[in-house]
């Protein structure tokens, strides 16, 4: 047997780590941070809300584009809605696409290379074309709810992390 330390070490017990000194406490010498003007705070603030997703607010958009109130949409309404179902849907593909792991199913190379597809497409300018197009838009922001919905039970299935 011999020794390390304070411990033996060869009859299959473990010899303790000896104890490191510990260090004095220092005083770090650091000027606080200056505080930031409000509209930069506003700003970054904004920022960080559209990269959030609010089920409320997809609910409301594909409501209004697909519900049974949708044939009451005026051009100024989906002017409006247009631009927000469009974020949405890429927010969405990013999420999907970000939280993949390995190889990209079949089901997320379709919805990803159809929003590639109509994304390239220009709005209409006529107001039942456009109204088709938001449609179009609103069925592939649902396609991709469900993939990321499937992504998610096989995550939490094979006991994998999913946000």
């Known amino acids: 047997m ?25 005083k770090l010498d650091v000027e606080p941070a200056r505080e930031a003007p409000v509209a930069t705070l506003r ?13 409320e607010e997809i609910d409301d958009v594909l409501d209004r584009v697909m ?10 309404e989906l002017d409006e809605l247009l631009p927000r179902i469009s974020s949405h849907l890429r927010q969405l593909i990013r999420i999907a ?3 993949v792991s390995g190889d990209w199913s ?3 190379s379709e919805v990803v290379i159809r929003s590639q597809r109509l994304d390239a497409t220009p709005v ?4 039942p074309s456009a109204r088709g197009y938001a449609r179009r838009l609103a069925f592939l922001v649902g396609d991709v709810l469900e993939v990321l919905a499937v992504e998610q039970e096989a ?8 946000a």
């Open 124 to 127: 209409p300018d006529d107001f």
């Open 106 to 108: 079949p089901e997320l």
């Open 67 to 76: 519900g049974q109130e949708s044939a009451l949409l005026t051009p100024e």
């Open 155 to 162: 995550a939490q299935a094979e006991g994998r992390w999913s």
């Open 97 to 99: 696409t970000m939280r």
């Open 2 to 26: 011999r020794a390390v330390g304070d411990a033996a070490v060869g009859d299959g017990v473990t010899a303790p780590r000896p104890i490191l000194p510990r260090r004095e406490g220092r």
């Open 43 to 55: 700003t970054c603030i904004s920022i960080m809300h559209s990269w959030f997703i609010r089920d």
